[in-house]
C-alpha cells in the first residue's frame, strides 16, 4: 500500500517560514516526480512545484517562484518544501504528490498524501 505522509504545517506569521516534509512508501516501481500542490479554501487546487528526478531540474508555479524551495532525497522517496516571506495568501492545505511525468495537472500524479494545512496570519 502506497503512502505519502506530510508533516510541517502549522499556523506563521506574514513573512515567516515553515518547512513541510513528505516521505513516500510501499512503492513497488520508481517514480520520478515528487512535489506539492495545495488548495486553498474556495479555490481549485494549484501546481506549486516539483522536482523531476531525471535531471534534478525544478519547476514552481509563479505566485511561489523565488519564495519556495523544493529538495528531496530521490533514493528514499522524500521531498521538503522550505516557505519563506509567506503570505496570507499562501494560506492551503498542501498536497505532496509523487508520479512519473511532470505536470501541472494533479490528475497527472499517481498518488496523493493526505494535506497539511498551513495557515499565514496577518
Known amino acids: 500500500q502506497v503512502q505519502l505522509v506530510e508533516s510541517g504545517g502549522g499556523v506563521v506569521q506574514a513573512g515567516g517560514s515553515l518547512r513541510l516534509d513528505c516521505a513516500a512508501s510501499g512503492l513497488t516501481s520508481r517514480r520520478y516526480v515528487m512535489g506539492w500542490f495545495r488548495q486553498a479554501p474556495g479555490k481549485e487546487r494549484e501546481f506549486v512545484g516539483v522536482?523531476?528526478?531525471?535531471?534534478?531540474?525544478?519547476y514552481y508555479s509563479n505566485s511561489v517562484k523565488g519564495r519556495f524551495t523544493i529538495s528531496g532525497d530521490s533514493a528514499k522517496n522524500t521531498v521538503f518544501l522550505q516557505m519563506n516571506s509567506l503570505t496570507p495568501e499562501d494560506t492551503a492545505v498542501y498536497f505532496c504528490?509523487?508520479?512519473?511525468?511532470?505536470?501541472?495537472?494533479?490528475?497527472?500524479?499517481?498518488?496523493w498524501g493526505q494535506g497539511t494545512q498551513v495557515t499565514v496570519s496577518s
Open positions: 504528490v509523487i508520479g512519473t511525468v511532470v505536470s501541472y495537472k494533479g490528475e497527472q500524479y499517481d498518488y
Open positions: 522536482i523531476n528526478w531525471r535531471d534534478n531540474f525544478l
